[in-house]
């Protein structure tokens, strides 16, 4: 089962984020859990500097963007 980070405080970019990398999943049929981390300092601490951010099991795929689910689907199935 892989673990999809969502680095963010929640905000709309976020929540889209979130939104766009659990559709990439089902679409791909990814065993998946859905992990939103809003904590600043764990963030920071992960080497995110803007959000939102999309990690796999605690490796940054993307940052400071919101990604489409199309675009996810490519950097998933590189990485299943």
Partial sequence: MKT????????KKCLLLAEHAETAAKELGIDYQLE??????KITEMGVMMTP????D?????SGKTSSSEEIKKILSNIK
Avoid: F, H, P, R
Avoid at 36 to 41: A, E, L, W, Y
């Fill in 4 to 11: 999809l980070q969502i680095l963010g405080t929640g905000c």
């Fill in 53 to 56: 951010a999309l990690a796999i």
């Fill in 36 to 41: 939103k981390i809003t904590d600043i300092g």
């Fill in 58 to 62: 605690d490796v940054i795929l993307l």
